[in-house]
């Protein structure tokens, strides 16, 4: 019985948490639904054939390397540009907690900045294996997420310069109707004080 109630409880909480998630991602902008998106591709491209042995016929992914510490990086900083795009208020939590004053779009930069580097790595020993053992060839997948990297690079730094442009002209023309304003009343007051300078006759 007790038991039941735990399963129920956790069945609840996880049904809350994916209604959250599903919320927060149908009110994500344009630009983050498709980084969101790129970012579970990304993920599953990790286990697709990063390289082939063509004398056995066999393909291996990120997880088939010896270099276990360099796909769990890549998996930990996925999982923070997730967080980024979905979290709220948890994320401004943390990083008040952490006493991080990056932007969001600085921290998913540099965690793509940081995948490309890793997946770099992993093509590059792929290429120092292959001039030293034959039957070695480089998979599909190792390409696409180091082209996949790049875009997404290039994708946050043109949102963070479209962003910053837009909060520029937004801040311009409130400033422009606070001049417009700050006149209007200007010239309220001048009428005002030519009336009470006038002597009655």
Excluded at 48 to 70: A, C, D, M, P, R
Excluded at 136 to 164: P, V
Excluded at 191 to 196: F, I, V, W
């Amino acid at each position: 019985m007790e038991n039941t109630k735990k399963a129920r409880r956790l069945k609840h909480k996880i049904n809350l948490w994916i209604d959250r998630l599903s919320f927060n991602f149908i009110n994500l902008g344009a630009y983050k639904k498709i980084s969101l998106i790129w970012v579970l591709i990304s993920f599953i491209s990790l286990f697709l054939n990063w390289f082939n042995l063509t004398n056995e016929k066999i393909s291996g992914n990120s997880f088939s390397l010896n270099s276990w510490y360099v796909w769990f990086v890549i998996i930990l900083f996925l999982f923070v540009c997730s967080f980024m795009l979905l979290s709220n208020n948890s994320k401004e939590k943390i990083k008040t907690k952490m006493s991080i004053f990056f932007s969001d779009y600085a921290i998913i930069t540099f965690s793509w900045i940081v995948i490309f580097f890793l997946t770099i790595v992993i093509f590059n020993s792929l290429r120092w294996m292959i001039k030293f053992t034959q039957g070695i060839e480089i998979g599909n997948a190792i390409i696409f997420e180091i082209i996949g990297s790049i875009f997404m690079i290039a994708w946050w730094i043109f949102s963070y310069k479209e962003n910053k442009k837009e909060i520029l002209n937004r801040l311009y023309i409130e400033n422009n109707k606070s001049m417009e304003d700050f006149e209007e009343y200007k010239d309220i007051l001048n009428k005002t004080s030519d009336k009470n300078m006038k002597l009655p006759i």
